[in-house]
Structure formats: structure tokens, C-alpha cells
């Protein structure tokens, strides 16, 4: 038996056998010298051991006490004469078989009080961490310039408003002609209507794209993709829907409808959403008028009230009304200048060349130049202008 793989022997004499398959070069020359050369003035008992070897490692011998005692003071004597060698005779001769047992007890003692440590850390780190939303955060301004006071922040959510109104007044509109167009009450469930188009136009604040939909019509705006969550719906149903409206077989059918969307953005915002023409809806035959800006404004800060009653207790405490009256002053003069946003003269630049994850977006920034859009906005602002003082 080969008595170095001996795994019995290995376990309580592993010092031993690293200390002699890891002897340097030089050592192992010493080693051959001494004793496989047979000329050596070595004493008996080692050239008995080892005059017929030709390396330590072919040693072979049986597992009783007495013969590992013997290979013990063998190995003692062996290794005093490596200088090389790291390990010496008192370290050998005083581990036990006893002594390296209880030592790898306690070692593996350890190992386990570590892990066992390691998982507490883990558990108090986890423990820690606040979960769930924050509310003594949510209305007390932050001190990051980056917040809902941005101006990039307060023009996504303007565009949002404006989308979001077109939406309910094409659907409330076309609904109220379809069922006065049907002899047959149209049940809910039946009901027709568009669909809300992806936010990604809404938050996407490119010049260039944003100065070229201010001059598109309604009805080709909301041709774009329409949301994701329309899970139910084809992705062509606005398509269809405002196909249908504009049908022969609808011809004069559909006229309040079909001028709503014959508008243009540009129409659209300052006419309906900011309120600058009183008659407009009235020609719809609409009486109240909750689509424009400042009713959109005044149900957002209700909702914030009525939502939770934690965050009435928190404006209380942190006076938030004056910063509510703050955030409502920079927003409205934000939509007042809508336009000179992306003409370059109220917001910052942010017509960079980058990849959009949406192909009308990069059609639009591929194909239109921002200097020949901003003259033919710069256009339609001063002929509005015109017309809105002659109206005075």
C-alpha cells in the first residue's frame, strides 16, 4: 500500500506529508545523496528505509500505531536535514494524532460561527431597509435640483395634460354623434372609442420632434402606437376608428368629430386646453369645459388631498401650500410659453442625436431640419397673435 495516499495516515499527519511533497530542489538533491547512494555515512536504520527507493513518496506500510510511531521519529530526522524545509522536528513530534483532530474541531468550530455571523449581518442589513413608499418624503421639496420642480419634469407632464384632454373630447364628441346617429341605444359595453396613444410622445422632449407635432392635426396624432396596455385592442384601432369617421358612407356624418380632428396641436392647445377661445366648445355643443389646463391643475392638487390622509397631515406640518403655489406659478408660466420651450428661448437644449425607441420619433428627427420648423412655428404664433387682436 502506497503509504503517502494512505488517506487514514494523510488525515493526521497531513503537516507531515506537505512538509516532505513540498521540499524545494534542493532539498530533494540532498535527499538522493544521502540516501539513494548507497556510499552514504547514513546510520542503518534510515538506509534500510530508503537505500532501495528512489523517492520518499513510494514508502509503503501497514496502518498500526507502532509502525506510524516509527515513520514519525523517521520523519523527524529526515527533516532536520532539509534547511530549506519550513516545518521542524518539535512541530512533528507534537502533533498527535489527538492533538490535529481537536484542532480541525475547532477549526471547523470556527468556520461554522463565521457563517453563522455572516447570515446575522445579512439578515440585521436586510431588516434595516425601509420598505414601501416614503411618505414624509412625497410633498416636502427635495434638495436635488432634479425634481418635479425641473422644467424637463413640468413640460412632460404638461404634454401629458394636453394628450390626455384631446383623448377625452374626440371620444366624448364622437360618442355623443355615434349614438345620435344609431335609432338603437349604443350599450356601454358596445360603445366604440380611441384609444390613449403611447406615453412615449408625451415624454419625449426633442425639439424637433416636439416643433413638428405642435403643426400636425389631431387625426394624425392619434394614429401614432397606441399604449400598452390595450392588451384587447389592435394596434391599427385608432386607424380604423378615424378611417371610419372620414368614410364616404359617413360622409355627413361625424362634422363636430371631424373638426375636432382637423385641428391642429397648435389649435388645439391654446384654443381648448388653455382656454383662449370661450365659443369653441360651445360650437361642439359641450356646455362645461373641464379639458383645459387650469381644471386639470385643480383636480391634480384635490387628488394629492384625497388620496391619502397622511400627506394632508405632512403639507400641514411643512407649510407645502407655499410650495404648491410655487410649483402651480412656474407650471402655468411654462404653459403659456409652450412653444418657446422647443424654439430655444424658455428651456433648456435638448435636441441631441440619440436613438429613440420609437420609429415615428426617429423618422421625424431623421427627415424634418429644427430651422425650417421653428420658421414655420414662428409663423403660425404670429398669425394666431393677429387674429386674437382683431377678435379683441
Known amino acids: 500500500m502506497n503509504f503517502l495516499s494512505d488517506?487514514?495516515?494523510?488525515?493526521?499527519?497531513?503537516?507531515?506529508?506537505?512538509?516532505?511533497?513540498?521540499?524545494?530542489?534542493?532539498?530533494?538533491?540532498?535527499?538522493?545523496?544521502l540516501f539513494i547512494n548507497p556510499n552514504a555515512n547514513t546510520n542503518n536504520f534510515l538506509n534500510s528505509q530508503f537505500n532501495k527507493l528512489i523517492n520518499p513518496k513510494n514508502i509503503s506500510i501497514s496502518k498500526d500505531d507502532s509502525n506510524i510511531k516509527m515513520l514519525n521519529n523517521l520523519f523527524s530526522e529526515l527533516l532536520s536535514l532539509f534547511p530549506n524545509n519550513n516545518i521542524n522536528n518539535h512541530n512533528i513530534n507534537n502533533n498527535s494524532n489527538g492533538n490535529i483532530k481537536?484542532?480541525?474541531?475547532?477549526?471547523?468550530?470556527?468556520?461554522?460561527?463565521?457563517?453563522?455571523?455572516?447570515?446575522?449581518?445579512?439578515?440585521?442589513?436586510f431588516l434595516k431597509k425601509k420598505r414601501g413608499r416614503n411618505y414624509s418624503n412625497l410633498r416636502i421639496k427635495k434638495s436635488g435640483t432634479h425634481n418635479r420642480n425641473a422644467q424637463?419634469?413640468?413640460?412632460?407632464?404638461?404634454?401629458?395634460?394636453?394628450?390626455?384632454?384631446?383623448?377625452?373630447l374626440?371620444?366624448?364628441?364622437?360618442?355623443?354623434e355615434n349614438q345620435s346617429n344609431t335609432p338603437v341605444p349604443i350599450k356601454k359595453k358596445e360603445q366604440i372609442k380611441l384609444c390613449k396613444i403611447a406615453g412615449i410622445y408625451s415624454q419625449e422632449l426633442h425639439l424637433t420632434f416636439n416643433l413638428w407635432l405642435i403643426l400636425q392635426k389631431l387625426k394624425d396624432i392619434f394614429c401614432f402606437k397606441i399604449c400598452k396596455y390595450y392588451k384587447n385592442k389592435e394596434p391599427n384601432t385608432n386607424i380604423e376608428i378615424i378611417n371610419k369617421i372620414y368614410s364616404n358612407e359617413n360622409k355627413d356624418k361625424f362634422i363636430n368629430s371631424k373638426k375636432l380632428l382637423e385641428m391642429s396641436f397648435f389649435e388645439y392647445y391654446h384654443e381648448i386646453f388653455l382656454n383662449e377661445d370661450n365659443e369653441i366648445l360651445k360650437n361642439f355643443g359641450i356646455n362645461k369645459n373641464d379639458y383645459n389646463f387650469n381644471s386639470y391643475m385643480n383636480n391634480n392638487i384635490k387628488e394629492i388631498c384625497e388620496n391619502n390622509k397622511n400627506k394632508i397631515n405632512i403639507i400641514k406640518n411643512n407649510n407645502d401650500n407655499n410650495f404648491d403655489n410655487d410649483y402651480k406659478?412656474?407650471?402655468?408660466?411654462?404653459?403659456?410659453?409652450?412653444?418657446?420651450?422647443?424654439?430655444?428661448?424658455?428651456?433648456?437644449?435638448?435636441?441631441?442625436?440619440?436613438?429613440?425607441?420609437?420609429?415615428?420619433?426617429?423618422?421625424?428627427?431623421?427627415?424634418?431640419?429644427?430651422?425650417?420648423?421653428?420658421?414655420?412655428?414662428?409663423?403660425?404664433?404670429?398669425?394666431?397673435?393677429?387674429?386674437?387682436?382683431i377678435i379683441i
Request: hydrophobic fraction near 25%; proline fraction near 0%; aromatic fraction near 10%.
Open 7 to 33: 488517506i487514514y495516515h494523510l488525515k493526521s499527519h497531513d503537516i507531515i506529508y506537505n512538509s516532505l511533497t513540498n521540499i524545494s530542489k534542493k532539498d530533494y538533491e540532498n535527499f538522493q545523496t
Open 102 to 125: 481537536e484542532e480541525n474541531k475547532k477549526n471547523i468550530i470556527k468556520d461554522k460561527n463565521i457563517n453563522k455571523n455572516e447570515k446575522k449581518n445579512k439578515k440585521l442589513k
Open 152 to 168: 424637463d419634469n413640468m413640460m412632460r407632464k404638461i404634454k401629458n395634460k394636453v394628450m390626455e384632454s384631446a383623448y377625452r
Open 170 to 176: 374626440i371620444n366624448d364628441i364622437y360618442k355623443s
Open 329 to 389: 406659478g412656474k407650471i402655468e408660466n411654462l404653459a403659456k410659453n409652450y412653444e418657446n420651450y422647443f424654439l430655444g428661448k424658455f428651456g433648456r437644449n435638448s435636441n441631441k442625436i440619440q436613438k429613440k425607441n420609437d420609429e415615428i420619433i426617429e423618422n421625424v428627427i431623421n427627415k424634418y431640419k429644427y430651422d425650417e420648423l421653428k420658421k414655420k412655428v414662428i409663423e403660425i404664433i404670429e398669425k394666431y397673435n393677429k387674429k386674437k387682436k
